[in-house]
């Protein structure tokens, strides 16, 4: 069984700076994906990036990269000029696949860790 | 692209009571997910579909829960005999698994209160 832990409940920055939220997992699984899920006050659960096992490259996107170490088992998101916006529960979430997916393979349901609520402050 | 669906929003029952939920996925996506979240927490996988077919069940899944999906679009999850620890926003979320892209798409979610 796969286990993701984010390790900051709650983390509290200023408009504009850069902040980083951490999250470790614990898998004996080689194929599978990391993600990170955003869930603002209205609770509707938004996908901010993912990251195939599979490739060394780091995700990026706009705002949002990552840093993925795969044989620490690490994945930390940050994020750059934060915006009032960003203000949300994030979750890391770790998918395990039935085979590779770059030749079609299936995936199963996601393991979230416990979250962590950024705020931005104005 | 409509989003997923659920409905109802909220549901407020009586403990012992049956209630049934029900998630419309994305109309293209093939692969729909239940997942419950508790307060304060991140969601727990139940089950999920592909088409028609339900492939996996955690062992959250107890026997008083039940999920359909019958023609392979909407599903519905059941609860009987409501118990005041099933108190929880229950989750649907669909996806399209052929190709490099398996993103799971979320829906509102369903909030159960059980009195």
């Known amino acids: 069984a796969q286990t993701v832990t984010q390790s900051q409940p709650e983390m509290s920055v200023q408009e504009a700076e850069t902040v980083t939220l951490s999250c470790t997992y614990d898998t004996s699984e080689n194929n599978y994906y990391l993600f990170w899920y955003k869930q603002p006050p209205s609770r509707q659960m938004i996908l901010v990036i993912r990251q195939e096992a599979y490739k060394q490259q780091n995700a990026t996107e706009n705002r949002f990269s990552v840093n993925f170490q795969k044989a620490a088992k690490s994945f930390s998101l940050k994020i750059s000029d934060s915006q009032l916006g960003d203000t949300a529960m994030y979750f890391c979430a770790f998918m395990k696949l039935s085979r590779p997916m770059y030749s079609g393979g299936g995936a199963d349901g996601l393991t979230f860790g416990k979250g962590t609520h950024l705020i931005i402050q104005p | 692209d409509t989003g997923v669906s659920q409905n109802p929003r909220h549901k407020i029952t009586k403990r012992g009571q049956n209630v049934t939920f029900r998630c419309d996925p994305i109309s293209e996506h093939n692969r729909l997910y239940w997942y419950r979240q508790t307060l304060g927490q991140g969601p727990e996988f139940l089950t999920y579909?592909?088409?028609?077919?339900?492939?996996?069940k955690s062992r959250l899944l107890s026997d008083r829960f039940s999920a359909e999906r019958p023609k392979g679009s909407f599903s519905t999850l059941e609860i009987q005999r409501t118990e005041q620890g099933d108190s929880a926003m229950y989750l649907c979320?669909?996806?399209?698994?052929?190709?490099?892209?398996?993103?799971?798409?979320f829906g509102p979610g369903t909030r159960l209160t059980v009195l």
């Open positions: 579909f592909q088409n028609e077919a339900q492939l996996e």
């Open positions: 979320a669909s996806s399209l698994v052929w190709g490099v892209k398996d993103t799971q798409y």
